[in-house]
């Protein structure tokens, strides 16, 4: 088959009919992910584009044309906002058809020669705008690493220098030829220039799929190590960012403390007022305590009502003080009215690692240790494991 300019416009049609249809296929199966939806618009408006201005004219209605590069123009504007909106940005529909819109005003009060130069340079500026603008949007969340971002940018990127580069040859030709109006892209460039961008779309799309998927694979492995109650990392976050924080704080000798909290009688707070009740004392708690932390603290709920602290760079009375500071912080939280109001305390262990050393199982059975004494010794309160602290419980037991 010959890839005369009718062939290649068939083949451009079929394949972002194609595009589109598989953009607007994989949105409808996850109705999260809009940035499909528009960009399948974008594939759409392109094969329209194809249609009307390829195919209008021979069937004696030129002003469809014009439509054809309004749909285009609508395309690259739901591009943009198609990167806006996996950037979790605000979109605008007027924004996305502006250049459409645009289009179609000047298309009406143009005629002749005005309006085939007005063609030549829309079909150069807009679609580089826009394309410019959706790079910048995607740029701006490098900070999120995704290995599909950056190359999505470069295939933008390499979509808009095919119009640039094609504005440059039409200018080039208008110059030789004295006649911007009839300048039109040789054939010998035509063709081309259309694969080379028909590729660059088939890049595109891919990517695009490429990014959601892993956008929705690392929020996925967010939430396996989020407890979804509190918000807070759970066990398996646990374990996987402790070693790795003792391990660091062991090579630098830097002092580092495990403290491990307990609500007071909360079996008897869900007992009481039931576990919806229980369930809002553990989010106010996990709220409450966030704000008191310390930038390098992390907190994890690690069951019912335990929750573990792992203080980096913190002496004990450091931990103490950051421990205070967060019982203090439950102090105006009551439940029930008058003789029968209770008071949400907590009971806290800490462990440091300049007594039991650095082995992340040692703290943390030390900061359980702690905790069992701060119990005994009539809760709400604050324990800091020392040498007698074990030998206390074993024989309290």
């Not at 240790?369 to 020392?386: F, S």
């Amino acid at each position: 088959m010959q890839l005369d300019p009718v062939t290649l416009r068939t083949v451009g049609i079929v394949v972002h009919l194609l595009l589109g249809g598989l953009l607007l296929f994989s949105w409808r199966n996850s109705r999260a992910n809009r940035e499909l939806l528009f960009l399948g618009i974008c594939f759409a408006g392109a094969a329209l584009f194809d249609l009307l201005a390829g195919y209008a004219v021979g069937i004696g209605v030129p002003h469809f044309v014009d439509v054809g590069f309004a749909m285009l123009f609508f395309g690259y504007g739901a591009a943009w906002q198609a990167a806006r909106l996996f950037e979790r940005l605000p979109t605008s529909i007027l924004q996305a058809s502006a250049g459409g819109i645009g289009w179609l005003a000047f298309s009406l009060v143009a005629s002749g020669d005005l309006l085939v130069m007005g063609r030549t340079v829309a079909t150069t500026a807009v679609p580089v705008l826009y394309g410019a603008l959706a790079i910048f949007e995607l740029s701006r969340g490098r900070r999120e690493y995704m290995p599909s971002r950056m190359p999505l940018c470069v295939a933008l990127a390499g979509k808009s220098a095919i119009f640039v580069m094609r504005g440059l040859v039409l200018l080039a030709g208008a110059l030789h030829t004295g006649n911007p109006v009839a300048a039109a892209l040789p054939d010998d460039w035509a063709a081309p220039m259309r694969l080379v961008s028909l590729g660059a779309n088939i890049a595109i799309a891919y990517l695009t799929l490429s990014l959601t998927k892993e956008r929705l694979e690392a929020e996925q492995a967010v939430q396996i190590l989020v407890d979804p109650l509190t918000g807070l990392g759970n066990r398996r976050a646990l374990g996987k960012y402790a070693e790795r924080i003792v391990r660091r704080h062991a090579i630098s000798s830097a002092p580092l403390c495990v403290a491990i909290i307990d609500l007071d009688y909360f079996k008897q707070i869900n007992d009481t007022y039931g576990h919806a009740v229980g369930d809002d004392v553990l989010r106010a708690f996990a709220e409450r305590a966030s704000m008191k932390l310390r930038p390098t603290d992390s907190l994890f709920r690690t069951g019912g009502e335990e929750f573990l602290c792992i203080l980096q760079s913190a002496r004990e009375k450091d931990a103490v003080q950051v421990m205070e500071r967060i019982g203090r912080s439950m102090s105006g939280y009551r439940l029930g009215d008058g003789k029968a109001a209770r008071d949400i305390t907590v009971s806290v262990g800490v462990a440091s690692s300049q007594l039991v050393g650095y082995d992340l199982e040692e703290l943390t059975r030390a900061a359980d240790n702690a905790l069992y004494a701060a119990k005994r010794a009539g809760r709400n309160r604050v324990h800091v494991y020392t040498e007698t602290t074990e030998q206390e419980r074993f024989e309290a037991s």
